[in-house]
């Protein structure tokens, strides 16, 4: 994949009154990659898109793709295509005639128009459902006709909205591999805007944590999901543990934070200073559970007590009530077919973790 920026995005504002939905997001997207803009519903997310559609204009800055300057330029002539949650099939055409929709609009050549339907049917494997109507089909096969319509008039860049939202948990993915698969033959440059994290991480390459219309943390999923540059990502991808303590440099020498109900050993030197007021972040999965006393000269432990308990199949992820009342969430990976649960509720344990497991987070 070509690392030159493909799509730029110029410190970009959106303004609604006294409102600033999107604010000052600089970004760049390289050419063939899949970027997801992931957010709960209000940060900004969706307008963002919507400006790189040109359904909403900017307040200020600018929209650049290929070297070209869209800011001002009308959606209809962007070479741009946008996928909507619902899809937006028109029900009274038949799957090969939704896909024809935007070709004849154009109006290209009758063989053009076939050729390039025929070949979108193949790329999503619909050329047996051609000609039913989209009420006929399944929440898959019309994701991915919409998918091929989008596809069919050869976009620069796609533009998807939510767009597995409407699909059940199992198919939802499925879909998610077949989608990535597609893009990936037709080589087009997408935005993804989603509020499932598992969807983003998923799908993108990189992604865009948003929040109150600014960009929080841009990287690969990994990076943001290991290493999160503030509270507010820690929280919002993935499962995690917050706790709130004092920074302190130990008598071994090693960096230590003093919480509530246990001390934090660090692997290695934070970006804080002694005596700061940090929050530290450790993931479930990072924790493992046992029945052994706590050891006085060991740190990044605790006891607590099993309050709940959820199955998953492959994880099961305990609640323990720690003795200040707050609650440590630990997943424990079913790695045995043997059908019961290692914990009961109300059992005391111990949750203990390795020194690196946490993150320090200042912000």
């Known amino acids: ?53 040109g359904f909403e204009r900017p307040s200020s800055g600018r929209v650049w793709l290929d070297g070209q300057d869209l800011t001002d330029v009308p959606p209809y002539e962007r070479p741009v295509n946008m996928m909507f949650q619902s899809y937006a099939l028109f029900p009274h055409l038949n799957v090969w005639d939704n896909i024809a929709f935007g070709l004849r609009r154009e109006k290209l050549p009758r063989e053009q128009v076939a050729e390039r339907v025929e070949a979108m049917l193949r790329l999503v494997q619909l050329q047996e459902l051609a000609r039913r109507k989209p009420h006929q089909l399944s929440g898959g096969q019309q994701q991915r006709v919409a998918l091929a319509r989008s596809l069919a008039k050869r976009p620069q860049l796609l533009l998807l909205d939510e767009p597995l939202g409407a699909l059940d948990k199992k198919l939802r ?5 077949e989608l990535v698969n597609i893009i990936g ?19 993108a390459s990189r992604i865009a944590v948003m929040s109150q219309g600014a960009l929080l943390q841009v990287g690969p999923p990994a990076q943001v999901y290991e290493n999160p540059g503030s509270r507010f990502v820690a929280d919002f991808v993935g499962n995690v543990n917050l706790m709130d303590g004092k920074l302190a440099e130990g008598s071994s ?107 320090v987070l200042t912000r």
């Open 173 to 177: 993915e499925q879909t998610q591999i």
């Open 1 to 53: 994949m070509n690392t030159q920026a493909f799509l730029k995005i110029d410190a970009i504002t959106k303004e609604f009154g006294d409102f600033r939905a999107v604010n000052q997001v600089g970004l760049e997207v390289a050419k063939g990659e899949i970027f997801a803009l992931l957010g709960s519903s209000g940060s900004g997310k969706s307008t963002l898109l919507r400006m790189l559609a």
């Open 253 to 359: 020498g090693q960096w230590e934070v003093h919480c509530a109900d246990m001390v934090h050993v660090l692997a290695q030197p934070p970006q804080a200073h002694a005596g700061e007021q940090v929050t530290v972040a450790v993931r479930p999965e990072k924790i493992d559970l046992d029945r052994l006393p706590l050891d006085p000269a060991q740190g990044n432990q605790t006891l607590g007590t099993v309050s709940a308990y959820s199955y998953f199949g492959d994880s099961t992820m305990f609640h323990l009530r720690l003795p200040s009342g707050s609650t440590m969430k630990v997943s424990v990976e079913n790695d045995e077919r043997q059908g019961c649960i290692d914990y009961a509720i109300g059992d005391q344990v111990r949750a203990v973790w390795p020194a690196g497991a946490q993150i």
């Open 185 to 203: 033959q037709i080589g087009v440059t997408c935005v993804l805007v989603t509020h499932d994290q598992e969807e983003a991480m998923m799908m």
